[in-house]
């Protein structure tokens, strides 16, 4: 199972947890961070490993906190732990035991105990509670021993209260949380899977069409997952041949000037493949607002892998981003493909 289908089970598994109202939070909420670490989300795994170690646990805390700040770094790390305590506190504080204390909310006027400690608090009481109704049918109104059990059942009540509050606060917190991630997710899937599918037709009419062409584009795509500098350069100097061999592939090389399909005459040599695409997408495109569309996209996609080849060669490898060499191979990938729908050999059906 890879780290996408690990992840999906644990979002369901963590559903089902929320939806049970007899499953235990803290089983979900260890089951959500083991989502953040797969996930490397470290800024919302902070909280939810705060959740469950509780306040006073300093040594699980102290782990925690290292994890983070190696992941986000110290600044960030004070930042988030700042607006985290803040909030740690406004959720633990329960309503009958600030009454109690008198206090505002701060340390001394919280549950400060770990979710997992809360829940087998919960449980006991309300075995308590329930072994105080059934002494108290033993004794006759006014008696005192009866008046001392509907004190302890009052007290109970309260603190019982207080605990299903907060448990409800945390659970409706990582519920959210889940939400969210789970709109992400399915959003990730959707554009993955309607890629996987753009990338198989282009791959099978690269294949039909020229199979070192294919080769090239795989080229930039692996050299674009590499990441490394050099392999930024790699990634667009394939980009650059993967355009300049289909364009000799669909309009090969011409000598000398050529009346275009607008009327104007230009050099569409070897070296002039943007202009040779250009001229293909407009005699092959039959309407004109998907030829205008295309030609825009290939002027486009030129001019990009143009702009970041021209810094590559002057050795300016750090001015060029990671995001700036993805979005160039992406860019170049969906042009070929529009480019290849054109192609009268393409099947319609496909």
Known sequence: MDATQTAWQLLSEIHK???NPYSETATALRKTARLCRLTKDYRNLLWIELELAGMEDQPSKNAIYAEVINAIGDEEFKKLHAFESEKGIKMRLGPNFVKERGAGPDANTVLGFSVSQMEQRLTRIREEHTDLR?????????DPRRTDIVKSRVIIDEYTYDLEVILHRIAQRLAM????VEQKALL???VRDAF???RE???RELTRLDPELLQKLNSA?????AGEPEARTHALTSCRRVISSLADTLYPPREGLTECSDGIKRELGPAQYKNRLTE???NECRKSVSRDLLMRLVEDTSYRITKLNDLASKGVHADISVHEVNQCVIQTYICVGDILALDKHTDPQS
Request: net charge negative.
């Open 177 to 180: 949380w889940v939400a969210r």
């Open 201 to 203: 037709t282009v791959d």
């Open 188 to 190: 990730s899937r959707h």
């Open 17 to 19: 947890h929320l939806e």
């Open 196 to 198: 996987s599918f753009y």
């Open 280 to 282: 293909y997408v407009s």
């Open 221 to 225: 795509v692996e050299r674009m997952l």
């Open 134 to 142: 059934n002494r108290i049918d033993h004794f006759e109104l006014g």
